[in-house]
């Protein structure tokens, strides 16, 4: 909602900036200049607040983009460690392993079989 009356602030500024010459032609000087620095002070004012917004959401997306890219190098290394680790112990000596640890019971449905 913020962004709708900044919008509309600088809409009317401008607005009543390009209005005042021609109240000030069909002769009221004064009212003319007085709707010239209105409008431009409101201008003024929403194309500030669009400045900073948009300094804010730059200095946020890059925030965004950074931490991204630091997770990315994190993911990046985390493969190449486990490719090393992998290249490291042969397969075949990790399964047979892990079958001499295993029980010579078997369960089928949650009952011990004699294996």
Do not use: C
Request: no cysteine; net charge positive.
């Amino acid at each position: 909602m913020f962004e709708l009356e900044t919008l509309l602030a600088f809409g009317v500024g401008a607005g009543l900036v390009a209005l005042a010459p021609m109240v000030r032609r069909m002769g009221h000087v004064s009212l003319g200049d007085s709707m010239g620095q209105a409008g431009r002070s409101m201008a003024k004012s929403g194309i500030k607040v669009g400045v900073t917004v948009a300094g804010v959401a730059s200095t946020a997306a890059r925030t965004v983009a950074k931490q991204a890219a630091e997770a990315a190098e994190s993911l990046v290394d985390l493969v190449a460690e486990a490719k090393s680790e992998m290249e490291a112990t042969p397969v075949e000596a990790t399964v047979t392993k892990t079958a001499t640890k295993k029980s010579s019971k078997t369960t089928v449905n949650s009952v011990p079989v004699q294996g």
